[in-house]
């Protein structure tokens, strides 16, 4: 069975600073997906960025990069140049690419950059 | 394009009552998705649908819960004889094919059963 853990339930993190939040994942299936979720108060849920399991190089977008450490089953999502809006619950998700393709979620971080 | 769009925003409704709600996925995305969401929690995979077929349903989910996409375009998931365990936020998604698509949610539904 596929599963997310997300073991800081929040973080703080001063404005203009870099943040690690951190997930790892269990699963038999050698080819999966892994994503980073935003969640901010408002509610509606924004995709962040995408790392798959053959990609050899740690995905970026912008300020946001993931950390993908294969052989340990983590995909920490780091945060560059924090801002008063990256506040939010993160959520780390992970697919499999084959049979199936619902997403599962972890139970999400809670981060507050501060001024 | 306007994104996922989900109606109605707020459903408060009476134990035992039967409860629709609507999912209108960006056109061009063949893939919808059902999710529920509990306080504190992530959200929790319901169903999905690739065009008018649904693939996969949740073993959590009882015979209580139906959902449909007809045409292959927007989708409902009722809720018959709610209890007050079904309040929740459910979330619609729809992505294209793909690996690297990620979701695109609505804004979901919040219901409450009193």
């Known amino acids: 069975a596929q599963k997310i853990t997300q073991t800081q339930p929040g973080m703080f993190v001063q404005e203009k600073e870099a943040v690690t939040l951190d997930c790892t994942y269990d699963t038999s299936d050698q080819s999966y997906g892994l994503f980073w979720y935003k969640q901010p108060s408002s509610g509606e849920m924004i995709f962040l960025i995408y790392q798959g399991s053959y990609d050899e190089q740690n995905a970026t977008e912008g300020r946001y990069s993931l950390n993908f450490q294969k052989a340990r089953k983590s995909a920490n999502l780091v945060i560059s140049a924090s801002q008063l809006g990256d506040s939010a619950m993160y959520f780390c998700a992970m697919r499999r690419n084959t049979g199936g393709f619902k997403t599962i979620f972890g139970a999400g971080t809670r981060l507050f950059v501060k001024a | 394009d306007t994104g996922v769009s989900q109606d109605p925003r707020h459903k408060i409704t009476k134990r035992g009552q039967n409860v629709t709600f609507r999912c209108d996925p960006i056109?061009?995305?063949?893939?919808l998705y059902w999710y529920r969401q509990t306080l504190g929690q992530g959200p929790e995979f319901l169903t999905y649908f690739q065009n008018e077929a649904q693939l996969e349903k949740s073993r959590l989910l009882s015979d209580r819960f139906s959902a449909e996409r007809p045409k292959g375009s927007f989708s409902t998931l009722e809720i018959q004889r709610t209890e007050q365990g079904d309040s929740a936020m459910y979330l619609c998604a729809s992505s294209l094919l793909g690996q690297g698509n990620g979701y695109t949610f609505g804004s979901g539904t919040r219901l409450t059963v009193v």
């Open positions: 056109s061009e995305h063949n893939r």
